[in-house]
């Protein structure tokens, strides 16, 4: 799973961080393990906005026969050319703005399959994604469902991935494991205070996020020990490989003013 959150902080308290309206944004981005929710990535994207700028990192830390889960945050094509040659897979919000061929219209499962929760299945189709000019044309599975608001108004999501063996119902299930990442930022800012940094200096901050991160690791490896569960399951040396990494980074920009 990939995601990101800000803490917006004054432009003058920050001036090195990217300009988000009339404050700057500090920005952390997570690749978390979706088996135990552990950090797998970590990226300090404070110079920028995007999603997109941050995405190939993320994909560096993907093994073959994973699969990443993203928002529609992340549209660039080539980066998903390059998550599918590494043998990695993915499941994606689908953000409006592709040129899309439709190749075939899969039949709709019947009863329960089409439907999940409030949630209707309204297609899924085999399509062509880009042009050879956008980065494209990448062959992919669009997933369609829409819901009623309590307001009666349709709300859309649309789903895209290479896993075509899932069923679509599974799919939908895959997207939402994302919202998980959304519960982990908001227990790292309540519990272990993410967005109280002690320091606005870039180096300080970056050591902050570094410092957070390993005690959310060490909280994690105490409960899997106090249950019974093997730490294996909860992917430590990833995580801990993941961190050494980190720290090699940040002690190769600690020039940073």
């Not at 997109?52 to 093994?63: D, E, G, R, W």
């Not at 073959?64 to 998903?80: N, P, S, Y």
């Not at 061929?101 to 089409?114: D, E, N, W, Y």
Request: charged residues 25%; neutral net charge; hydrophobic residues 45%.
């Amino acid at each position: 799973m990939f995601d990101c959150t800000t803490v917006e902080v004054s432009a003058n308290a920050a001036p090195w961080a990217a300009a988000n309206g009339d404050k700057n944004a500090i920005r952390l981005v997570l690749g978390v393990n979706g088996v135990a929710d552990l950090p797998i990535a970590v990226v300090d994207a404070s110079d920028t906005t995007s999603d997109n700028s941050v995405f190939p990192a993320i994909v560096t830390h993907l093994k073959a026969g994973e699969t990443l889960v993203v928002d529609a945050g992340v549209t660039r094509l080539r980066d998903f050319q390059a998550l599918l040659a590494k043998g990695a897979q993915f499941v994606a919000r689908m953000a409006n703005i592709y040129d899309v061929q439709v190749v075939r219209r899969f039949q709709l499962p019947a009863g329960q399959q089409a439907q999940f929760e409030e949630w209707t299945l309204l297609t899924d189709e085999r399509v062509q994604v880009g042009t050879p000019r956008s980065g494209g044309p990448l062959e992919a599975r669009r997933v369609h469902w829409r819901k009623f608001n309590p307001k009666g108004m349709e709300v859309h999501r649309v789903i895209w991935t290479d896993r075509f063996e899932l069923t679509p119902k599974r799919v939908f299930e895959i997207d939402r494991i994302r919202w998980r990442v959304e519960v982990q930022f908001r227990w790292l800012k309540s519990e272990l205070g993410l967005d109280h940094l002690p320091s606005f200096n870039a180096n300080g901050v970056q050591a902050f996020f570094l410092l957070v991160m390993l005690a959310w690791i060490g909280l994690r490896v105490f409960l899997a020990r106090q249950k019974g569960i093997p730490v294996e399951q909860f992917s430590c040396a990833e995580a801990l490989d993941a961190w050494r990494i980190a720290i090699e980074n940040y002690l190769l920009t600690a020039g940073k003013p």
